[in-house]
């Protein structure tokens, strides 16, 4: 059974970092794109990045470029989204999921071109 599982939120003060985790289970990672997404309460889902199947990190959100970095350990079956100077406007669930154009990332992250969701993550930013 194909699954995508998120790891790593928490509660975290303004300026913080964290790192999220997306590890998959009953499949590997090796030829699969993996797209980070967030949802905050009362708005749509955004994209925040994609990665390859190469490691080519691609799409980062305007929000959250120069601050997240997303990458991947195929030995560990996982990608990561490094997440530092945390804000109180990153305050989500993160979820993972993999694109239709999988092994490639699609030219915009957009939750409409991705399955296999995972179950998510909070994030908390607050002082």
């Known amino acids: 059974q194909l699954q995508l599982v998120e790891s790593g939120g928490g509660l975290v003060q303004p300026g913080g970092s964290l790192r999220l985790s997306c590890a998959a289970s009953g499949f590997t990672l090796d030829n699969v794109a993996i797209g980070w997404f967030r949802q905050a309460p009362g708005k749509e889902r955004e994209g925040v990045s994609c990665i390859s199947s190469r490691g080519t990190p691609a799409n980062y959100a305007d929000s959250v470029k120069g601050r997240f970095t997303i990458s991947r350990d195929n030995a560990k079956n996982t990608v990561y989204l490094q997440m530092n100077s945390l804000k109180a406007e990153d305050t989500a669930v993160y979820y993972c999921?993999?694109?239709?154009?999988?092994?490639?990332?699609?030219?915009?992250?957009?939750?409409?071109?991705?399955?296999?969701w995972g179950q998510g993550t909070q994030v908390t930013v607050s002082s």
């Open positions: 999921a993999i694109p239709l154009s999988s092994p490639y990332c699609p030219a915009q992250t957009l939750a409409i071109e991705y399955r296999y």
